[in-house]
């Protein structure tokens, strides 16, 4: 090798050292470009996300309007002479929501806490127990009168149904335009809170 000449066997392992350099700069601009897809995917997803979240808000919401003047109605058969839509009360760092209150002084001394559902299952039947057990803490004003609670639901299970029948937790259904008590099994009581 003389003048800076390079074998042919040095030639090739060099001509296959550049195209490998090529494709990795290739390929890391493609990474690149992946990398930059997969942030607006991310993006994309996290907004869909966003947007399902306030339609289910909006359906709830929906379903509570819906329900507003079924269950009044409802709560006034059922002998609550005041009754009050969205309930919030704060105690201290602590909050809490109330979908419907309906309660009666005098010598009756009630009060029926109504959780609004758009799909009754476990989770929101948790919730409601979970409510209408700390109840008195958050609506001490209440305290001597019975607690009683009431779920109305668009769409109710009939295992739900039963499991919340044998809490003894009042139900009532979307059924046409509004919201009826359903009709409680043979011994029903209502449970005390």
């Not at 379903?63 to 002998?79: P, V, Y």
């Not at 948790?126 to 609506?139: A, C, D, S, V, Y």
């Amino acid at each position: 090798m003389s003048n800076g000449q390079m074998s042919e066997p040095m030639a090739r392992a060099w001509a296959a050292i550049e195209r490998v350099a090529e494709q990795q700069a290739k390929t890391e601009k493609t990474l690149d470009g992946l990398s930059d897809e997969h942030a607006k995917t991310e993006k994309a997803f996290r907004e869909l996300n966003k947007q399902i979240g306030g339609l289910a808000n909006k359906f709830g919401t929906y379903t509570e309007g819906l329900a507003r003047t079924s269950i009044e109605r409802i709560l006034r058969k059922l002998g609550m002479q005041n009754v009050v839509f969205r309930a919030k009360v704060h105690k201290g760092a602590r909050n809490e929501e109330y979908d419907m209150l309906g309660w009666c002084n005098g010598t009756r001394q009630e009060v029926v806490l109504v959780e609004i559902k758009s799909n009754l299952d476990e989770r929101e039947l948790q919730q409601t127990l979970r409510k209408l057990k700390n109840f008195f803490t958050f609506m001490p004003e209440h305290k001597g009168k019975k607690l009683r609670g009431l779920i109305a639901a668009v769409d109710l299970p009939e295992d739900m149904a039963r499991r919340a029948a044998k809490l003894g937790l009042y139900l009532a259904q979307a059924a046409d335009d509004n919201f009826k008590l359903v009709t409680p099994p043979a011994g029903f009581k209502p449970a005390a809170f």
